[in-house]
């Protein structure tokens, strides 16, 4: 189920209503310009209810720290244009933090580093969004 959006991937997280964390998150380490850019990105975004199985005082540590945050956030994006009909095909993926995401497709569904993709083929002007439900981290946090 293919849905287009002229938006840019930012414009898209801020209108879908469900991401604001990912949205402050992204602003806090300045990366919504990057988000913002020509791309093409791919982006496995966790939810607002991804973010919120963090303790909140861990998750208020991560969005004060931008060294860490940057991290995490660009763990969560990979080079290019990656719909799911590529992405079933991966076993990794490398994001633009440089660890590879590693891809378990099984009868469930799609896994990237444990979480569940929960919505696919979201196609911004810019790239494209995968919905999960869990913020994934990097090997080197």
Known sequence: MEKTLTKDIVDTAQTAGSFGTLVTALKEAGLVETLKGEGPFTVFAPTDEAFKKI?????????????????????????????AEDVVKLKTAKSVEGS???ISVSPDGVTVEGAKVTST?????????????????????
């Open 55 to 83: 303790p909140a005082d861990q998750l208020s540590a991560l969005l004060k720290d931008k060294t860490k945050l940057t991290k995490v956030l660009t763990f969560h994006v990979v080079p290019g244009s990656v719909k």
């Open 100 to 102: 590879p995401i590693a």
């Open 121 to 141: 083929d979201i196609i911004c002007s810019n790239g494209v969004v995968h919905v999960i439900d869990t913020v994934i981290l990097p090997p080197s946090l």
